[in-house]
Structures are given as C-alpha cells and as structure tokens.
C-alpha cells in the first residue's frame, strides 16, 4: 500500500486504525501552533502543552525506548482526547498554512447513482447523462478556522474560485447526517477528509501528513456538491422525461398489439365459423347424398360378410355345379379349363357360381369365334349381369361410386379410385368392384393364350386361335 493510502474493507480498517484511546499524543501545543517531537527539545523543555487538556507533554525521541517519537503528559491524567484533538488541529493548521487542498471527484452517492437510471415499464434499465465532475486542486482563501456558522461550526472555512467552501476533518466521528443536510439544504459546498485510518509512522513524516491532509484523492469525499447534484438533478429530470416518453411508446405499442391481437383474434373466429360453417354445409350435403343409401349402406358390413359369401357359394355350387362342369368340360384346352375353373375374391356377385358363369362367357363369346374376331369386356360384363343377374343393392353403391368418379373426373380432378365422397373409407373399401370378376377372368384367359388385348384400345379383346 502506498504512503498515505487507507484500506478498503472494513475488516482491513479495524486492523489498522489507532485505537484512539491508547496511542500517545502525536504533536504538542507550543505558541499556538503544533510541534512534532522531533521539532522540539526532548524531555521536558520541550515547552509544550496537550492541546485537548492543556496539561504538559514530554517530548519522548526516537532514540528513546519507545517505538515512535510522540508526546506524553507529564503527570497521570484521563485525558484520552489527545491523539484526536492533535491531529484534527495539525490538519487544519496545515490547510492554512498551505492555502490550497485537493477537490475530490464527485461520482454520485447511495441514492444518486451516477449516471442516474431508470426502468421503463418493460424493465429495460435505461440510463441519464453522466456527471462529470472531476477532482481539482484548488487555491484556497480567506481562510478560518472553527468559526460558527449559525448551530453548526465547520472545521474550516474558506473560499476559492467557485465561492465558500466547508471543510471537515474526520478522526472520529463522521459528519452528522443531520448537519450535513442542513448544509445541503442551503446550497454550501462541503467535503470530509478522512483521516481515521492514517498509518501511525505517517504522523512523524512531514511528506506522507501533507499528502494526507491535501493530496490524497481516496480519503476525501462530497458531503454536499451544489454543482454536481444540481447537474444530477437535471440529468435525472431529462431522464424521467425519456422514461416517460418510451413508456407512453410501450403503452402506445402494446395498445396497437392489443388491438393487432383484437383482430387477429376476431378473424379467427369468423375463419372458424366459416370453416364450421362450411362443414356443417359439407355434412348436410352429405347427408342429402348418403340419403337415397343410407338402408343400403346400413346393411352393407352383412351382405359382403365371410359367412354370406361361403354360405352363397355353397348354394350356388349345389345348385349350379353340374351344369358348370359341361360347359368347362367341352373346351378343348386343359389349360383354359383351369382358367374357367379358377375364380376371384368377387366372383360370387352375379347370382350364380363363377364356374358357371366363366364356362357360359368362353362359350357365348370365346369357343368356336374365328381367329382375330374382337369383343369388349364392357361387352362380356353387360351380358353376364344381363343373363344371371346381379346384386342389386350391392350394385346400386357401387353405381354410386362409379358415378361420382365419372362426375369428379369431368369437374377436372385426377380420380382414379373408385368411391364416393360421401360414403365412409370403410365403406368404399367394402362396396365390391362389379368389373372386376369380369376382368381378371378376362386377364386368365390373356395368360392361358385364348385371348390378347388390342394395342391402344381400351377393354378391347382379341381371339386367338380356338382353345
């Protein structure tokens, strides 16, 4: 730590401060002015006096047993003012004799940070115009000591370039509060110079005092700075007024979100309802086309159960198995045979076993036709619903299907599947497809080389050679 330097913590303060009761006198009072021992004759002639109780002082040398030079009274005493009242008076007496002290810097206080901040109604801290008042050394004048300043008595007063000026020196006892907004309140200037934990070698060390008392930037303080709190005061003014401008700002912003938030809110409502309404509309319509299918639809899971299908095959097999066999038995291919005997998941919906309706199409529009003649499978699918008949409730969904598909495709969409917007995914998936019985025996004869369909012409057919 450097010479005239004070701790920083509180901790480090106690270790160092003089215990003001205990430590010896530092200068003696000798014609009105304060004497180290060393500036004076050892012993008793040394001529001085303590300046707390006037009572005489020996002047004890470094040479001595003590540790230090200092003063001692003469004869038993309770004087415990004398370390205090000494050095408070070498201080002042220094300031006059010097006639020019060290201003500190003012950089706020507790309750003026420096620069002044705020928070804004969002909590953004935002921040005022920092006061720059830099520390000076200032030319003193018209200098008194402990003159009376109505009920209070300051140290010392005196004047420099910017007027008055009030100054303390604190041993002890720190500036009451109460006197020091007193002297706010009348607009003085007055700073506090902190000598409580001055180092004790510093006292017999004529340089280190005076760096002390009227250098030392970091002992002194701003107990009251008209300047610099009344350029605070406007920095804080301006401030309050930015503060209050970016809060009507936020209120202004939050009131247009609010209103952004109003409306968005009150579109997606009318978004809604129209969406709503337009399912409501969407049901409605589908309940007007699921109308004329609803009993249908109602018994469609029963008609294209497992059980029905195996119990309608077993009928139609009794009643139908024999005649089937002739038909088959009179193609001559063993290998179209099998094609007439075998028969898909659907077969079953034309009112007759698919052998027997398999073995009539290859007669009726296959065996014994010319080589090259031509048919539609349109063709062969009218004749078989036409000669044996159909599942009319189950053919009336799936006309329903097959017409919607028509109609979507004329409207312009791409459908390929065959259903019914208004029927359920189930539903489609249930309603059999009457075409396709007719086409995969179709494909069957194709791989068993009776027939080949013609290039480029849909559902045409060509014969081969007789089979």
Not at 20 to 44: D, I, Y
Not at 224 to 233: L, Q, S, Y
Request: proline fraction near 6%; charge should be neutral; aromatic fraction near 8%.
């Amino acid at each position: 730590m450097r010479q005239g330097s004070f701790p920083s913590s509180d901790a480090s303060s106690q270790a160092t401060r003089p215990m003001l009761g205990v430590l010896k006198v530092p200068f003696g009072l000798k014609a009105g002015r304060m004497w180290s021992p060393k500036q004076v004759a050892a012993g008793r002639e040394c001529g001085c006096v303590c300046p707390a109780c006037e009572a005489p002082l020996v002047a004890k040398a470094a040479d001595s047993t003590c540790r230090r030079p200092h003063f001692a009274h003469l004869t038993m005493t309770d004087c415990r003012a004398g370390y205090e009242t000494a050095l408070h008076r070498k201080a002042k007496e220094l300031l006059a004799e010097h006639a020019a002290l060290l201003l500190p810097a003012w950089d706020g206080e507790a309750d003026m940070p420096n620069p002044p901040q705020l928070q804004d109604d969002t909590g953004q801290w935002m921040s005022g115009t920092r006061v720059e008042f830099p520390s000076r050394t200032a030319g003193l004048r018209n200098i008194r000591l402990e003159e009376a300043q109505g009920d209070y008595t300051p140290d010392v007063i005196a004047e420099d370039e910017a007027g008055e000026l009030l100054i303390e020196i604190r041993v002890s006892h720190a500036v009451d509060p109460l006197k020091r907004r007193r002297i706010q309140s009348e607009g003085k200037r007055l700073i506090e110079i902190d000598l409580s934990r001055l180092d004790p070698d510093a006292l017999q060390d004529d340089v280190r005092l005076v760096q002390a008392v009227l250098h030392a930037p970091e002992n002194r303080v701003w107990l009251a700075c008209p300047e610099a709190t009344d350029a605070w005061r406007e920095s804080f003014r301006a401030l309050k007024a930015q503060v209050a401008q970016r809060n009507l700002e936020i209120a202004q912003l939050r009131q247009r979100q609010e209103e952004a938030q109003r409306a968005q809110a009150r579109a997606a409502d009318h978004t809604q309802a129209q969406q709503a309404e337009r399912l409501a509309q969407r049901e409605r319509y589908r309940a007007q086309e699921r109308a004329p299918y609803q009993e249908a639809l109602e018994d469609l899971p029963t008609l294209v159960s497992i059980a029905r299908i195996e119990t309608l095959l077993a009928e139609y097999l009794a009643r139908d198995g024999e005649e089937a066999d002739q038909l088959i038995a009179q193609i001559p291919s063993q290998t179209v045979q099998q094609a007439v005997r075998h028969y898909g998941t659907h077969a079953w919906l034309y009112q007759v076993h698919p052998r027997l309706w398999q073995g009539a199409c290859y007669h009726r529009f296959v065996l014994g036709q010319p080589a090259g003649s031509q048919f539609n499978q349109r063709e062969l699918a009218r004749w078989v619903m036409q000669r044996f008949g159909r599942d009319e409730v189950l053919f009336s969904l799936f006309r329903a299907q097959y017409s919607f598909r028509d109609r979507a495709r004329k409207a312009g969409f791409q459908k390929r599947r065959i259903s019914h917007w208004a029927f359920t995914d189930l539903e489609n998936r249930q309603v059999p497809d009457f075409y396709k019985p007719i086409n995969a025996f179709v494909d069957r004869l194709v791989y068993a080389g009776a027939l080949q369909p013609v290039p480029g012409l849909l559902g045409e057919i060509r014969i081969n050679d007789a089979m």
